[in-house]
């Protein structure tokens, strides 16, 4: 067994004041921005990365907790990429059924500490591999999960519970399913944030790798109101001319 002190401890060791600082402006800690009072390491995210392969699947769930409740960014960050490989490690595979029971126990887990991803990178992250990768397995009943868990939080007043809701959406569209990814990104429109508005656009882009078509049909029936940033991104991998025709409407 691995324990959140064994993790903290290791990573106490990596610490680098100067990265520390640059991290802070990076994310935004300043009073009045989005990720105020936020404190770093200063330990790159590949750094983290590497701690994760050295305790993986090894971190017992109220270990795990402990680490998503720390003062300090990466340790949380630490925290929710133990889950994402705890959740990989149960998903079906060619020679192996999966573990639904402990999928679940996982998903159950995240949503009730998802408020500690508090920043964009953590959302990003852990979301699609935690929360999108169950709502593509079947569960213990034989059943694909109910997707309502992502209006839940597409109309959650908390900023990064409405990002997880269209960030989720990522394992989705890599099955080659949009559908809830455009009916997140309706509820979202109104939504007045730039870190959604990017989130949006970003999640759409993808759907246009996969199907342009598909998110041709959407920007036709949302484009007036689709805010300007959603846009921009959403149109990214169209040539030239296209782009500045919707940029036009």
Known sequence: MVTANDIIQTMYAMKNEQQSIHLMRFFKTAKGQYGEGDRFLGIKVPLTRAVVREAKCQVPLSEVEKLLYSEWHEIRLCGFLILVDEMKAVLPAAKRAGNPLRRCEIKDFYLRHVRQANNWDLVDLSCPGILGAWLLCIDGDGQLPQRQVLDYLAVSKN???????????????????????????????????DLIHKAVGWMLREVGKRDMNALRTYLTAHVHELPRTSLRYAIERMDTIERRAWMQL
């Open 159 to 193: 900023l990064w519970e409405q990002r997880i809701a269209i960030v989720s959406t990522l394992a989705l569209i890599r099955a080659n399913q949009y559908a809830d990814t455009f009916r997140i990104a309706t509820l979202l429109l109104a939504n007045q944030h």
